[in-house]
């Protein structure tokens, strides 16, 4: 039985990655609404703060781009 691997993000037609990337930039240009509710962190708990499935951000970057997953295949 053959193994299928699938490149995430490449079945998009170049109009919709257009279509994305305006959404995208569009949402930047956009001013930003703090939240009363979630209470923006400090730089001390910011460096504190570790994402559960990998020890740093930088090892996160690695095992996506190992995977060859792209960042519009959300």
Known sequence: MAVVKYKV????TPERRVAIK???EAAAQRPYK????CPLLTEKQLAE???VNF????????AMQKQEVSVLAQ
Not at 9 to 12: A, I, S, T, V
Not at 34 to 37: E, G, H, I
Not at 55 to 62: H, K
Request: charged share 35%.
């Open 55 to 62: 020890a740093t951000m930088e090892e996160r970057a690695q």
């Open 34 to 37: 703090n939240d009363p509710d």
């Open 9 to 12: 993000g490449k079945e998009l």
């Open 49 to 51: 703060f570790l994402p």
């Open 22 to 24: 305006a959404e995208i």
